[in-house]
């Protein structure tokens, strides 16, 4: 039986033309700088992103993580969302292997940190204090409804971080994804930030890695980083190719995704017992209503029996999350069965 898998968009399998650009992959010693597939993602990826260099590294994790090593020293301070993937889900990366402490900051719900609480946050110069040495954002923002930040907001964020003297680190693991609801290109969202990360491994398919990039300097520092948590890969050009695929072929086709969860939220949202929240992306959340006597886990349970795969949250709450394997088809049979579930 085939699923339709709504978890993540992590579950991609590579397309056939990734496999093909993968068992045709030039390689060498990537630590040696000789795997010309990993220096030509880095290179599509750098010019992609509109800054000078980039760094294949193995997962977002790890691009987040070696970014924060880069910009930080032990005892350094990051303000970064309460809701942010770095906070929430990399096991405190940045504190556990950096001695880097996290500021936490509420996100908004449209995936926001306010500039006057960022401007509260930002510490003075006193023997007490840790120094506060960067601002992280996420765009899109995962647990905010997938929402997008606009480019006046992320510049907005970055000026005042320069008045400052700090640095600002974007987690752009669905910087992609963003540029596509907006309608401009991604170099907009970016352009005021000193690092972006991103996911190949995502929406855009391929099977593995992120790509962090920054400007020459930062990337040199960056790599030596990647290095120490033992990210320094020999022939990733197998990797890369399908990265490569992912950036030539995948980027300009995920507004067909948000339509796709777009349609899929105006039906559920139609469904006697089911409430949906805002769709800005490929990532939204639905829940049960309280008249609704399934629980969380039945409902979960009784989807998957016909077929249906979505992300069950701690909070009761589920998520579904479209991406290239979900066809218009596959909607609509996820709307029948919920259907049924809640009708037996
Ligand atoms: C998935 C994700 C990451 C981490 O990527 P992995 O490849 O799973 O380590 C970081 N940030 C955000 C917003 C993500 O959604």
Not at 77 to 105: K, N, W
Not at 185 to 200: K, T, Y
Not at 240 to 265: S, Y
Request: with cysteine; charged share 25%.
């Amino acid at each position: 039986m085939r699923y339709i898998d709504l978890r993540s968009d992590t579950v991609t399998h590579p397309t056939p033309a990734m496999r093909e650009a993968m068992y045709r992959a030039e390689v060498g010693d990537d630590v040696f700088g000789e795997d010309p597939t990993v220096r030509r993602l880095e290179e599509i990826a750098a010019e992609r992103m509109g800054k000078e260099a980039a760094l294949f590294v193995a997962s977002g994790t790890m691009g987040n993580l070696v970014a924060l090593l880069t910009h930080c020293g032990r005892g350094d301070e990051v303000i970064l969302g309460d809701h942010s993937h770095t906070f929430i889900y990399e096991q405190g990366g940045m504190a556990a292997l950096g001695g880097i402490t996290p500021r936490p900051l509420p996100n908004q719900p449209d995936g926001t940190l306010r500039l006057e609480d960022i401007r509260a946050a930002i510490r003075s110069e006193n023997v007490h204090f840790p120094r506060t040495r960067l601002v992280c954002l996420e765009n899109t923002h995962n647990l905010c409804d997938g929402a997008p930040l606009t480019a006046e907001y992320t510049a907005a964020v970055a000026n005042l971080a320069r008045q400052h003297g700090l640095r600002v680190h974007l987690d752009g693991a669905r910087i992609f994804n963003a540029a596509a609801a907006l309608g401009c290109d991604v170099r907009d969202l970016v352009r005021e930030v000193d690092s972006v990360m991103f996911c190949l491994s995502k929406g855009l398919c391929a099977p593995v890695g992120s790509v962090l990039c920054g400007s020459a300097d930062f990337i040199y520092e960056a790599r030596r980083a990647r290095k120490v948590v033992g990210g320094g890969m020999r022939q990733a050009g197998i990797l890369a190719a399908a990265g490569i695929v992912a950036l030539e072929q995948m980027t300009g086709r995920l507004a067909e995704d948000h339509a796709r969860a777009q349609r899929l939220a105006e039906g559920l949202a139609q469904i006697p017992g089911i409430a949906v929240g805002p769709v800005y992306t490929n990532i939204f959340y639905f829940w049960l209503d309280e008249g609704v006597s399934l629980s969380p886990q039945e409902f979960l349970y009784r989807l998957r029996e016909l077929g249906v795969l979505v992300l069950g949250r701690e909070d009761g709450r589920f998520r579904a999350v479209t991406h290239y394997w979900i066809t218009d088809e596959d909607v609509e049979t996820t709307l029948r069965a919920v259907r049924a579930v809640l009708s037996a």
